[in-house]
């Protein structure tokens, strides 16, 4: 157990972060299943608007460090590859 003023701070500030991250991961998941479903029912125009904020979204969780960089990018990259094979 944490006795210091700054042991118990930085405790303080991790729970903190952690319920932040946690969050913001949660969003980036509900953000590419968004876009999945909306692949899978085949429409044009919705897709591609969730694919721009999915594309934002996983680009600032990468920024943050709570999703790998080439993670981020290879997903990216897959959900591109499907949202231009609907559109095509």
Known sequence: MANSR??????????????????YRSMVRTTVKALESS???GSVESP???????????????RKGLVAK?????????MAKRL???QA
């Open 39 to 41: 692949l899978k029912k």
């Open 6 to 23: 700054s042991a118990k701070k930085r405790i303080r500030q991790n729970v903190s972060r952690r319920g932040q991250n946690k969050a």
């Open 70 to 78: 080439n993670a981020a990018s290879r997903k990216v990259s897959r």
């Open 48 to 62: 591609a608007e969730k694919f721009l904020k999915m594309q934002k979204v996983l680009d600032t969780a990468a």
């Open 84 to 86: 231009n094979a609907v």
